[in-house]
């Protein structure tokens, strides 16, 4: 089975502070990680995924991800947040591999709150 | 425009009531994937489908029921609606490498 943890349900950043949301990940497979933003009453958008390579992942909006396996951690990192970042993240897993079907199992959401 | 829509984006309806969600995409993917996000859980899957008539639960599965009797449509049915099933449901599907997610449908039960 695998599951995702959001360590922070909560986080309250400057205007161009930076920013870190934490996500740890356990399974017992490969697996393919990816972040989603959900901006309020919308749907999830991907922000970006790591499915293999390079260990740094950048993505949409400045943001980036550092996959550690040792760690088993994927946390977003933006060096300068705006205003418009204030929203919803989700961290999520998927098994890799060829019986992928793709069902994501997702982390509890971490709202991220940049305040001027 | 391409993409996912669901309807109705709103819904309330009274305990014991059958409703339906509907989601249609029009890239063709094969899989899609019902979630509902509820504060405090995230998005928990309940049902996906790898192909027309080919579905299967995902973790939160009872209560609900789906079909998919063409490649572009994937409906949602609670047979019985209970409060508990109040929530924000979101219709994915699976491009190459990522889910992609409609606007979703709040439904209030009471």
């Known amino acids: 089975a695998q599951s995702v943890t959001q360590l922070d349900s909560q986080v309250p950043v400057f205007e161009e502070a930076p920013v870190e949301l934490r996500c740890n990940y356990s399974s017992s497979v490969s697996v393919y990680l990816f972040w989603y933003v959900q901006y309020p009453n919308q749907g999830l958008q991907l922000l970006l995924k790591?499915?293999?390579?390079?260990?740094l992942v950048k993505g949409i909006n400045g943001f980036e991800a550092e996959f550690n396996k040792s760690q088993t951690s994927f946390h977003l990192r933006k060096p300068s947040v705006h205003i418009s970042d204030t929203a919803e993240y989700f961290c999520?897993?998927?098994?890799?591999?060829?019986?992928?079907?793709?069902?994501?199992?997702f982390g509890q959401g971490t709202t991220l709150q940049v305040k001027p | 425009d391409a993409g996912i829509t669901q309807s109705p984006r709103y819904k309330i309806t009274e305990t014991g009531r059958q409703v339906t969600l509907m989601c249609h995409q029009t890239w063709s993917h094969s899989y899609m994937f019902w979630y509902r996000q509820d504060l405090g859980h995230g998005l928990r899957l309940i049902y996906y489908s790898a192909a027309a008539d080919i579905t299967d639960k995902g973790e939160v599965p009872d209560g609900y029921v789906v079909s998919r009797s063409k490649t572009e449509n994937f409906p949602l049915t609670l047979e019985s609606a209970t409060r508990s099933q109040t929530s924000v449901y979101f219709c994915?599907?699976?491009?190459?490498?990522?889910?992609?997610f409609g606007n979703g449908t709040r439904l209030t039960v009471t």
């Open positions: 994915a599907s699976r491009t190459s490498s990522a889910l992609h």
């Open positions: 999520a897993v998927s098994s890799s591999g060829s019986s992928n079907t793709g069902k994501l199992i």
């Open positions: 790591y499915l293999s390579g390079s260990t």
